[in-house]
T-cell receptor, first 112, second 114 residues
């Protein structure tokens, strides 16, 4: 059974700092890995989708990497801002093609 | 373009009552999903649909039923609510399978069952 883990569960950093969020998965036979952002009381917003054939995907200040063999993905946020404060979740397709297995997320707070 | 909308935003039920949660999407997506999110448990898939008129069970389907009579709508029903169904429910949609496509989420429905 695929298990997705995100450590740490919470992180607080000062504004301007570069930071890395981690995601690990137990079954390396994945088609892609997806990163989402969730603001308090809101739904999830897709940030990046990395196909298994890719090693990196970038969007603005965000860079996601994928290492299938080690079962890990990282989300790098450059020059963090208070507006980046949110919970970040990673997910991988498992079982039937319609099922995403989510990690429990990392709650990020960027302080002034 | 409203994306994915959910009705209602918040609801309180008594044990044994029934209700229907409505999800609507205006992106002409084929796939639609219902998740529940609980503290420490992450998001778990309840039911999903790969097209109009189709439904399938997800990870935690017991106590819920769904219908997809129209492509743009996906309804989640609770026939006899239980306190264990207190949760935040999210609907999502995608153009195709999660092997290639990301999912677009609604804002959520907070349900409290007393």
């Amino acid at each position: 059974k695929q298990e997705v883990t995100q450590i740490p569960a919470a992180l607080s950093v000062p504004e301007g700092e570069n930071l890395v969020l981690n995601c690990s998965f137990t079954d390396s036979a994945i088609y892609n890995l997806q990163w989402f952002r969730q603001d308090p009381g809101k739904g999830l917003t897709s940030l990046l989708l990395i196909q298994s054939s890719q090693r990196e995907q970038t969007s603005g200040r965000l860079n996601a990497s994928l290492d299938k063999s080690s079962g890990r993905s990282t989300l790098y946020i450059a020059a963090s801002q208070p507006g980046d404060s949110a919970t970040y979740l990673c997910a991988v397709p498992t079982g039937t093609a319609s099922k995403l297995t989510f990690g429990t997320g990392t709650r990020l707070q960027v302080t002034l | 373009n409203a994306g994915v909308t959910q009705t209602p935003k918040f609801r309180v039920l008594k044990t044994g009552q029934s209700m229907t949660l409505l999800c609507a999407q205006d992106m002409n997506h084929e796939y639609m999903y219902w998740y529940r999110q609980d503290p420490g448990m992450g998001l778990r898939l309840i039911h999903y649909s790969v097209g109009e008129g189709t439904t399938a069970k997800g990870e935690v389907p017991d106590g819920y039923n769904v219908s997809r009579l129209k492509k743009q709508n996906f309804l989640l029903g609770l026939e006899s609510a239980a306190p264990s169904q207190t949760s935040v429910y999210f609907c999502a949609s995608s153009q195709g399978t999660s092997l290639w496509e990301t999912q677009y989420f609604g804002p959520g429905t907070r349900l409290l069952v007393l």
